[in-house]
């Protein structure tokens, strides 16, 4: 048994939600370890939210920046080797810079930074720096994700000609952000955000699950991306209709006031041959019809799998996994890499700074476009 | 019990699908009868199909002509009152004109016309005729949209927010109209089916049950129609982006290059306080959710309905009823504005000749507007 | 096209449920015509309620025997051919009966007699007059149902080896019965509903099913049949252990105090090598799974379905069929088969009377078994 | 944070399937933390396999025996507390009496043993040393089934009057055992797995869930339990009638031939005025449905579920738990229990010894009435 990854957290303490999330997906195959934190940016909290996680006082630390300098002290065998960052979006890119250059490896939530100079900084430090860069675009996870990307690449439903993403939730179909819900306040403060709301939280996950399993790069896109919610700054829902290289199309919709759903996550693809469809909420299945009209559902443990869902499978079919199970093997992979030295999310299985880097890119042409007509992508 | 509502139609004969349908539908209650027919574009074809139905020889005509002078000459009880256009979108307008002129009442099937004048047209002959004039937009008919409409127009779901609509299919996915296929032919073919393919044919489905469940005017729309399938030169594909008069959010998908779709009509309305959703093949269902997190499956057939789906309900909740009730539903609302002599859609259940140019206007103003960003709409 | 059958109706006049659907069902496709009624057991009822529908008023008869007394007198090509029987379970033998020794065929509800002696004695009189007499089984007329009966019959899933075969409803769940709703009135008594209360009502419908798509012969069962209801004399819940020749095991469950279930018909058969399962509130749909793991789910409409699905079926896939469809087909099979002259119920789809008695002696058996261990079945 | 328990794990070594769910569902939540192992009855292969897990060389012990006097011979604070026994049903007994004789708490597999006075000898021995003793019945750590407790218990549903519960699995369709698939092989031996095989192995949890959730007590059962597979000296198909104290009825069935089933663990239950009924394949969600007719859907994480569903949720609604979850909730319960010194399960969410010897002579009871009809419990 390899011994797992030290890391130490930025962000992700008291209050927090994804913090813990991340802690979990680490702990669960043993793939990381939790020895340092710098959980909030109130160096008292922070400090206290690392006791609270049962760290060793002096690797509690009141700031990302004393943490960094703290272990860099410490012995080899003994320091953390990466930093995961959990604050918000304008919080990402210091942090993870400074980590890079200081030797540790990076995980990071999404989207990777606000702006597209930033991506691009973190692109261009990790390729120095050569460490390893993993975004946690944790739906990647899932093992009927792999499975569904796996059969786009191999051709089991022919060329592409249609692809639907949606990521739809209810939370913020009331001004939650003026009642002091922490979640809320940052998601929809452009300064901390970025320049997406809905568009950036989720839209980002549905832009990138989309790129991983169809591989389609997006040429021209025309959006709306509107805040409902009176008073908002920020998109709380925006649609998108995209053209893509080759000819394919598609429809984006990320919204935040769609009452009724919870983590609405659905990717549908549909080919010259064949046609894919896959929903978070219940993710062991994958839907595959054919030209033919054969209509069948894969699951998740089923013999005949790609190896790659194989891989990221713990359990036999009917003994569902879910969201932390998915989570995790992004962290199995990302340990793997760091292990192996090489960053190279593909074969390890988690998104890299390029994957980041190009959600970051689409969010901020996705916003610039809106009520504009077509806007032709950078790439 | 009133006696039938005695019809010609015009088109429906051997080879053809919908027409069949429309028997069925009014025959289910009793509320039409057919009496006459110019069944097909070939005279020949058009007399023979009347045999096979069982038309009195001399009331099968070979052109709709024929039948409109010659039932104009027999008794007034005796002579039919109503035709019933099933014929391809192209040959709409003109017998429809003739029949109101000629004083018989008019079924005819969706989208009315191919021109924004013509639809104009019948407007105007029916207003001036005071005649009754149904639109088969058959997917009015159900209990469940109905219900769907008294909730959103009671303000069940509050102030409309977002709308989804989408009527996917598969099978234009190959070029079915090269082997002959009647009913690919001329629904790819413009100078039959009109400026839109799968947005004339079912996107006019999907605009319909959308305004009738919303009530929202469409002020802007932003669209991408496209021929997936090589040379074909009419849309198989279509995407638009909507934005409504008071400010909602709506996206509209039509599709007939999505494999595995039979037949993927699907409505989701989301309000400030709640939402609806409402599948085509599962029509017995509509899924309610609302901001405090309920959520609630109601059935037709439960108690508690509004009027209008009871009316439209011939069996108890579990008896499902499905396409050919839901149809017939229309023939019995129009039936009974026909012996009402009133032109009332909404009282009676069908949708009017106004519902029809709207339709019309919609499919124009898409497919015009595709690739070149926003563009308003006329009203 | 053939003329449809002329049938007269007994029972379901005024304030009953079932006589409407089979009228409809009749009509749907013009297999078979009204022509005259006695419609209900108080002569004046039964004469206003022919009125009601249309009949002629010498044709509205006040009771059964003056119908068939008075159809016998008319002219060969104007009386009816046929008796369809609406009637309580107390009221289908003596009609039944006595319209075969008359000359003409029937069409009678299910559960066919009370007792097992009636439902011999209509076996013998059907084949002595030659005439048709069809029991409407109406699941048996769903094509998935048709489907599922040609797979297993033609080996797709292997030998069989279990079924679970459920009817829940819910609407007995309160004593209904007490408030004079007039269906609860009658099924809850035993003196006309016959011994089997859930188990004759809806139970008889899980026997049918249950052979007609597996063909096993039940050997032996072991049951309760329990009134749930406090006061109520016959079971409105019961629960069977069935044990078929060959060795194949089932359950079967009958109830109509399960809150919650509207018509929840379900089969589900498991062999070596695949299993199917159906459920009627979704009836287009058959799941099948096989041995390798597959799970497919065929549509009503798909290429490739059994001649008797396809024949079955009116409308392409996607285009919901339902009850009343199903219904029709049982119609259409018996009228083809008056036509023919030949009481051939498989080649003709629809329940013959010998499958009527089999359900008889089902009900009497799993109603006399209750409580008392295993008990072998006659045969 | 308290520290987690100390465990050694009895069973669970290469190629054994369990053991790593035990082992992930205690590191989950940092619960419990695997200290020593004894981990196959096979010397060698039970300390190379703790080798592979990470232990310390000097507690991977050959045999439980070893392990119990080699952990007791370490300092307090260093030694394991609680033992986990995932070994073959006819081993646990021995172990457990052991462990608790010796002063450690144990958390063993279920069916707990093999016969109702093993059974019992456990139960004394608990009372005796006040150990805590946990059954893993992991199904009931689902927030759902503890949101279905909660109903039932709390009168949401009324009286209850039927209960299905179901457990279908396919992977013993073929005599995989003769193929020498390990866990085949021990389930389908009846001096291994007791006398009874699906009804031992998933029938247990079907008998605990119902009971766990509704609270009856069964007086009476009729069953029929068969070796569907030639050859197989024991059940692997059941079905089993149930009467309740208090008049209640009930079905359970357990099958692991039933084709096309992977882990199809279904609950339902109905009361005088509502009913609910849950799926461990879609573990998130509760149906429930009223005597008026409602029909709603309770998912995982809503606000308004019950105290002791939140407390088992880690993750916000939408974002899907599942197997891992719901078993490291038992994991969680019972090391609250340990660090508490009170072995009450109801309490902190585990099922206890008495749990255990109740579902021990279910079982027992159950095949002993195979074909023998009606059969009352000893309680």
């Avoid at 894919?276 to 909420?281: G, H, I």
């Avoid at 809106?370 to 950078?378: D, I, K, V, Y």
Wanted: net charge negative; proline share 3%.
């Amino acid at each position: 048994m390899t011994a797992p990854i030290r890391y130490g957290m930025i962000g992700g303490g008291r209050d927090a939600f994804i913090g813990g999330v991340h802690r979990m997906a680490a702990r669960l195959d043993n793939s990381m370890t939790l020895v340092a934190g710098a959980l909030s940016s109130t160096p008292e909290k922070a400090i206290a939210s690392g006791l609270d996680l049962g760290l060793d006082a002096n690797r509690s630390y009141g700031t990302w920046q004393d943490m960094l300098a703290g272990e860099a002290k410490r012995p080899e065998l003994d320091r953390m080797q990466c930093v995961v960052i959990v604050t918000p979006n304008n919080v990402h890119h210091a942090p993870a810079l400074a980590a890079l250059e200081a030797g540790f490896h990076v995980v990071c939530d999404k989207p990777m930074t606000c702006t597209n100079d930033e991506a691009q900084e973190l692109v261009d430090a990790t390729h120095r720096t050569g460490r390893v860069f993993a975004v946690t675009y944790n739906y990647t996870g899932y093992p009927m994700v792999l499975q569904a990307r796996d059969m786009v690449r191999s051709g089991a439903i022919g060329a592409i000609r249609k692809v639907f993403v949606e990521y739809l939730q209810g939370w913020l179909a009331t001004p939650l952000e003026d009642d002091g819900q922490k979640q809320a306040h940052w998601r929809t403060d452009p300064t901390r955000a970025g320049a997406g709301g809905a568009m950036g939280d989720i839209g980002s996950h549905a832009e990138n699950i989309m790129s991983f399993v169809t591989g389609l790069d997006v040429e021209q896109c025309c959006s709306d991306a509107t805040a409902i919610v009176a008073g908002r700054s920020i998109d709380d829902d925006t649609a998108v209709l995209l053209r893509f290289a080759g000819g394919a199309r598609g429809v984006l919709s990320a919204s935040q006031v769609c009452v009724g759903h919870r983590n609405g996550l659905t990717l549908r693809v549909y080919g010259e041959t064949g046609s894919l469809s896959w929903r978070q909420e219940c993710p062991g299945q994958l839907h595959v019809c054919t030209l033919e009209g054969h209509d069948t559902t894969l699951h998740r443990g089923d013999s005949g799998l790609c190896e790659a869902a194989v891989n990221a499978t713990r359990l036999p079919g009917g003994h569902p996994e879910a969201f932390i199970e998915a989570f995790a093997n992004i962290y199995r992979g990302a340990a793997a890499a760091m292990h192996a030295g090489r960053d190279d999310g593909a074969g390890f299985g988690y998104q890299t700074v390029a994957d980041g880097a190009r959600g970051v890119r689409f969010i901020n042409a996705v916003i610039g476009a809106s009520g504009r007509g077509w806007t032709t992508l950078e790439t």
